[in-house]
């Protein structure tokens, strides 16, 4: 998400450490802490690599707000947040009670960037950044999401379950376009329109 995580007030990761396997410890900056499974997040050109365990473990805080490996995957706090089960004294209200205003600055932020596609009132638009995961982000209204073109994987600002449902099959029909533009971004070249979800 290109909106400045401190500027929405999001929890930070401010601890991290391997439990075995692909399964990581986070404690949040709001106290929230617990166990994540991200096993299944482990496709793609950055991510795949982590498959192995022993590359997996050599995971690292990020400071100022997530976690990072060597091979420069990172992944997004609120995406990690969503994932945590847990087994601290915080509950995720934090998370879930995010103003109005913040909201509509996430949406602002994402009207900024190219228009991709547009259907059923859900708008989507890309913008490129190297330190990042190929992705794209969804508008509804004030609600944004930021979506991973391979996996699927969502950060969300509380997007309603219905519009989410109806970007992943549109995601699905269109990973090739996707990457391509992700591509022609990295280049500094405009990206492509891509068919509406019909």
């Not at 909201?103 to 009132?121: K, N, Q, V």
């Amino acid at each position: 998400m290109s909106a400045d995580l401190s500027d929405l007030e999001f929890p930070r990761v401010v601890s991290v450490r391997h439990l075995g396997g692909h399964v990581l410890w986070l404690r949040f900056s709001d106290g929230v802490e617990g166990e994540a499974d991200l096993g299944d997040w482990l496709t793609g050109p950055v991510f795949e690599p982590l498959r192995d365990v022993e590359r997996f473990a050599q995971v690292r805080l990020d400071p100022p707000f997530t976690i990072a490996w060597p091979n420069g995957a990172d992944i997004a706090p609120e995406a990690l947040y969503d994932r945590v089960r847990v087994t601290g004294s915080a509950a995720k209200r934090h998370y879930a009670a995010l103003s109005d205003d913040a909201l509509r600055r996430a949406a602002a932020d994402c009207a900024a960037m190219p228009e991709l596609s547009r259907f059923f009132g859900i708008v989507i638009r890309m913008f490129w950044r190297e330190q990042e995961a190929p992705h794209f982000h969804a508008q509804y209204g004030d609600y944004v999401a930021s979506i991973d073109i391979e996996t699927g994987a969502v950060t969300t600002r509380r997007f309603p379950s219905r519009a989410l449902r109806l970007v992943e099959d549109w995601r699905r029909l269109h990973v090739a376009e996707l990457r391509e533009n992700w591509l022609l971004m990295q280049r500094g070249e405009t990206p492509a329109r891509i068919d509406p979800l019909e």
